[in-house]
């Protein structure tokens, strides 16, 4: 099975940046979609961004452009770094990871992201 930990969360000024990783456990992320959702208080888990073993990546419009999904398939890492934060992306974030269409998730325990001034 995957275990993916996730790290990089904080709290950080709008405009600012943070990137955050994804580190995998007992299996490797080669031949996963690799997945970042977050989700905040009072609101239903979103995808942030996702991103075929391929390299096919899918963002949602809200962080188009300001962040960007990557992974490291020799280290086993998947990387969100974001830049231009807001207050609205204030979340616990949470990795994720797929094999397939018939295949089970895999979650991250999740970082918290805390935008504020």
């Known amino acids: 099975q995957v275990q993916l930990v996730e790290s990089g969360g904080g709290l950080v000024q709008p405009g600012g940046s943070l990137r955050l990783s994804c580190a995998a456990s007992?299996?490797?992320?080669?031949?996963?979609?690799m997945g970042w959702y977050r989700q905040a208080p009072g609101k239903q888990r979103e995808l942030v961004a996702t991103m075929t073993s391929g390299g096919s990546i899918n963002y949602a419009d809200s962080v188009k452009g300001r962040f960007t999904i990557s992974r490291d398939n020799v280290n086993d890492t998947v990387y969100l770094q974001m830049d231009s934060l807001k207050p609205e992306d204030t979340a616990a974030y949470y990795c994720n990871a797929k094999a397939g269409v018939w295949s089970r998730s895999y979650w991250g325990q999740g970082t918290q992201v805390t935008v504020s001034s």
């Open positions: 007992r299996s490797g992320l080669r031949m996963y979609t």
